[in-house]
């Protein structure tokens, strides 16, 4: 399975940006998803996951009511939406993919629960 984040660059504060993962080589649709980001100097965090069906997706406190992540088995495709940025939100953002057998939900906020990474993709928020 291979992601391919994209998405990230320079923004001011307040502003949006919306992140893509595209998956290829597997059967997307069988898939938990999450988000992760890394910013300079601290460990990579987790910042939202969604279930294999969408019907449910969960969010690190810090962008609740800020972030909405969807996706589109019909396009092997997860989308990130991050409005009213903040300059604490600068990281490198990565896509992660939980493949059968799917984990239980407390590991799905634990970058142990995912089998397979994107590359990553920088998002700058300026002040």
């Known amino acids: 399975v291979q992601l391919q984040a994209s998405g990230g660059g320079l923004v001011q504060a307040g502003d949006s940006l919306r992140l893509s993962c595209a998956a290829s080589g597997g059967t997307f649709r069988n898939y938990n998803m999450g988000w992760f980001r890394q910013a300079p100097g601290k460990e990579r965090e987790f910042v939202a996951s969604?279930?294999?069906?969408?019907?449910?997706?969960y969010y690190t406190d810090s962008v609740k009511g800020r972030f909405t992540l969807s996706r589109d088995n019909a396009k092997n495709s997860v989308y990130l939406q991050m409005n009213s940025l903040k300059p604490e939100d600068t990281a490198v953002y990565y896509c992660?993919?939980?493949?059968?057998?799917?984990?239980?939900?407390?590991?799905?906020?634990?970058?142990?629960?995912?089998?397979?990474w994107g590359q990553g993709t920088q998002v700058t928020v300026s002040s």
């Open positions: 992660a993919a939980d493949a059968p057998p799917l984990k239980i939900l407390s590991e799905m906020y634990n970058d142990r629960g995912y089998d397979y």
């Open positions: 969604i279930r294999w069906s969408g019907g449910n997706t």
